[in-house]
């Protein structure tokens, strides 16, 4: 592989990575407007158990659980497997997530995977598709003194 071909390579896995950043800080921070400028327009989302998505089914299930609540979500996704192949690109995530809702001092902690498809389009790299995989889910309550929490038996 010649070195502009390396470049570009590097170039598009490194802004896969700011796009992949910009779809979690955005779900953090409650902002439709910038969960929607990450997905192409027709974008399927498959988010077990909740089912699978195209983009406004994504607002509207995030807009119902996340945005018109006081729930507090932190999303990290970390050890991201890309790949490049010309104008699409497929790649698994780790996440970690954690939400606590303080209205009653609930939490929930989870790992899992995500696994992306990207295409370019118009220079700039968008998610076609995204498959969230949960690993293991703990949920569990804040009381004053004592935390109580159990592993959620349905997930694999």
């Not at 570009?8 to 990575?17: M, V």
């Not at 949960?134 to 003194?145: A, C, Q, S, V």
Request: with cysteine; proline share 3%; glycine share 6%.
């Amino acid at each position: 592989m010649d070195l502009e071909a390396r470049i570009e390579r590097l170039e598009a896995e490194s802004a896969i990575r700011a796009l992949k950043a910009r779809y979690l800080n955005a779900c953090d921070r409650k902002d439709v407007a910038a969960i929607r400028a990450c997905f192409a327009p027709d974008a399927v989302i498959d988010f077990p158990p909740l089912g699978e998505f195209d983009l406004d089914g994504l607002i509207g299930i995030f807009t119902q659980m996340a945005v018109t609540t006081t729930i507090i979500d932190s999303h990290h996704g970390h050890n991201a497997v890309i790949d490049i192949d010309g104008d699409t690109a497929t790649a698994v995530w780790n996440l970690g997530f954690a939400t606590i809702n303080p209205d009653d001092n609930s939490f929930r902690l989870l790992a899992g995977f995500y696994t992306d498809k990207y295409e370019k389009c118009e220079g700039k790299w968008l998610i076609t598709y995204t498959k969230s995989e949960p690993r293991k889910i703990i949920d569990g309550r804040l009381d004053d003194n004592a935390i109580s929490a159990g592993l959620l038996k349905d997930i694999a």
